[in-house]
T-cell receptor, first 115, second 113 residues
Framework: DTGVSQDPRHKITKRGQNVTFRCDPI?????LYWYRQTLGQGPEFLTY????????KSRLLSDRFSAERPKGSFSTLEIQRTEQGDSAMYLC?????????????FGEGSRLTVL | AQSVTQPDIHITVSEGASLELRCNYS??????LFWYVQSPGQGLQLLLK??????LVQGIKGFEAEFKRSQSSFNLRKPSVHWSDAAEYFC???????????FGGGTRLMVKP
């Protein structure tokens, strides 16, 4: 499968723990995006990268959230000191310049449950 | 700030019937508009998009959407719904050349046999 891959698919953690999600984009895609989707809502933009550069991070929900894409390939999203309100689906998407604006390819998401 | 409203949370249609899903947006400039579909266990998939030009855009799976600037709307339509169209549909507006999407709350479509 050459689509966007996310790991783990489901993470259950206790409040206060740190969690990290990984996203592997489609191999030729240079842009990578993170979104959060809570139950019954549409996805909410968090941050995006072009290659290894993080071009927008002002929408990250708090300073407990951080993302990296160190070599311009896979990316990680870390949440420190998790809270129950962080429970959500975290979606990763990728795109390339040649595909046209806004044509994102989404992974199936990583579901976080904070107890 | 931009926003997207999808007034219908749930819609049920009979297979073979026509479909229209409503989307209203708020955006200061010429909008980049999208419709995505999310099926259970699958990632969001782009159905169609509008940037400029012809206000009636065609997408995949027989869907089309019409941009109406005067009504700030971008409604999604399909002339004949198939059972496989049951899914959740999201309208989105893009800023920063489409790199940052603001999604509506979604409309869940159910199809009756």
């Amino acid at each position: 499968d050459t689509g966007v891959s996310q790991d783990p698919r489901h993470k259950i953690t206790k409040r206060g723990q740190n969690v990290t999600f990984r996203c592997d984009p489609i191999s030729e895609h240079n842009r990578l995006y993170w979104y959060r989707q809570t139950l019954g809502q549409g996805p909410e933009f968090l941050t995006y990268f072009q290659n290894e550069a993080q071009l927008e991070k002002s929408r990250l929900l708090s300073d407990r959230f951080s993302a990296e894409r160190p070599k311009g390939s896979f990316s990680t999203l870390e949440i420190q000191r998790t809270e129950q309100g962080d429970s959500a689906m975290y979606l990763c998407a990728s795109s390339s310049n040649s595909q046209g604006l806004g044509e994102l390819f989404f992974g199936e998401g990583s579901r976080l449950t904070v107890l | 700030a931009q926003s997207v409203t999808q007034p219908d949370i749930h819609i049920t249609v009979s297979e073979g019937a026509s479909l229209e899903l409503r989307c209203n947006y708020s955006y200061g400039a010429t909008p980049y508009l999208f419709w995505y579909v999310q099926s259970p266990g699958q990632g969001l998939q782009l159905l169609l998009k509008y940037f400029s030009g012809d206000t009636l855009v065609q997408g995949i799976k027989g869907f089309e959407a019409e941009f109406k600037r005067s009504q700030s709307s971008f409604n999604l339509r399909k002339p004949s719904v198939h059972w496989s169209d049951a899914a959740e549909y999201f309208c989105a507006v893009g800023e920063n050349a489409g790199n940052m999407l603001t999604f509506g709350g979604g409309t869940r479509l159910m199809v009756k046999p």
